[in-house]
């Protein structure tokens, strides 16, 4: 009896040791497994089920939860480089039982990747109506929101399927003439400057903050997108670089695509076509895309609703995710006569944003 316990509780061990081991084995010599690991589990977590969509030949690989209801669908677009799961904070904070769609944009995560015609920003309005119409979404309107890249995919949107739309947001997003240059874009002008598009090109993995290939260039990636940067373990920034890597040749393809002269103004070119009801979100200190965006906005759209989030960057979904969940549940909630005034129907906690008038 002694001796079938002992067994007993050897196996036990063995067993509770086996995960312990397997996590410790990941963390050390796997770190980019792990994070992919992570997500999987913060999706589960979170109600959130990944699933894909074909259209012809082409691919789309989209996170979604709850069903169409009463209330507008969200679709959200995420940003350069990034993929459907930098939505994952945001979602923590957003009802239940809204129906909500995050799909990996062109090329990214788990969609297709084919060719420059689908990364202009043209390209990826295009695609994303595609994707909208492969999985039924454009059978009543929704709510679209998009963030830096995404953000000008979004705009660009509204503005040539407007019927698709039951409003639209726009979270520091790309695309615009921005009336003060951001440390960012001081960056890219210098690299203009210096010499021709081949010389950017050759130089691109060096010189783009948005492109990492080292820890430092991580770490410099994540102070120039964040306010306050997270303090990240190494092994953690090995494992997202180990992650991002890989796909470093396409990024460079794709950045090339939307700094060109025909996407890089394009929400700019685009904004007099909105016309669904629009809400804009910024980092006062972005220096990715100057806030001086959202004035730009603004002049051309004077009912848009623009909310600036004080000690903020241009992360606002990693940095703020309760915040702009809430600002995109009050935007989308039935507003009365007279509540369009933010600021008088602030909650304690919400004195960081302030509304554009």
């Not at 209801?69 to 994952?88: N, Q, V």
């Not at 060719?115 to 059978?139: C, K, M, N, P, T």
């Not at 947001?169 to 690299?191: H, K, M, N, Q, W």
């Amino acid at each position: 009896m002694e001796l079938s316990a002992a067994k007993t509780a050897m196996l036990t061990g063995g067993i509770l040791v086996l995960p312990v081991l397997a996590f410790v084995t990941s963390f050390l010599f796997w770190p980019g497994v792990l994070l992919k690991g992570y997500n999987w589990f913060w999706r589960r977590r979170l109600g959130l089920q990944v699933r894909f969509s074909h259209s012809g030949s082409y691919r789309f690989c989209y996170s979604s939860r709850g069903s169409v209801g009463t209330e507008p669908t969200l679709l959200l677009l995420h940003g350069f480089s990034a993929s459907k799961d930098m939505w994952l904070p945001v979602a923590k904070f957003l009802p239940r039982n809204r129906h909500l769609v995050c799909v990996d944009m062109p090329g990214h995560e788990g969609t297709s990747r084919t060719g420059a015609e689908d990364y202009s920003i043209l390209g990826q309005v295009a695609r994303i109506h595609q994707f909208v119409r492969s999985i039924g979404l454009d059978r009543t309107p929704f709510h679209l929101v998009g963030t830096s890249m995404g953000g000008n995919v979004a705009g660009v949107y509204a503005a040539c399927h407007p019927a698709d739309l039951s409003g639209v947001t726009l979270v520091c997003p790309a695309g615009l003439v921005y009336p003060a240059d951001s440390r960012f874009i001081t960056l890219l002008r210098e690299l203009e400057q210096s010499g021709a598009d081949q010389n950017l090109d050759q130089n691109l993995d060096q010189n783009i903050p948005l492109i990492p290939s080292t820890p430092q260039a991580l770490d410099d990636m994540l102070a120039l997108c964040c306010h306050t940067p997270p303090k990240l373990p190494r092994q953690v920034l090995r494992g997202l670089l180990d992650n991002r890597i890989p796909n470093n040749g396409f990024y460079k393809e794709l950045f090339l695509q939307i700094v060109g002269p025909d996407s890089r103004n394009s929400l700019q070119d685009h904004l007099p076509l909105i016309s669904s009801p629009l809400q804009v979100v910024w980092g006062r200190e972005d220096q990715v895309l100057d806030v001086s965006g959202a004035a730009v906005i603004k002049a051309a759209l004077p009912q848009a609703r623009v909310e600036l989030l004080d000690d903020c960057g241009h992360s606002v979904a990693l940095e703020r995710p309760r915040k702009l969940a809430k600002l995109l549940q009050d935007f989308l909630s039935p507003q009365e006569p007279g509540d369009r005034n933010f600021l008088s129907s602030q909650e304690p906690g919400d004195a960081d944003a302030k509304k554009v008038s």
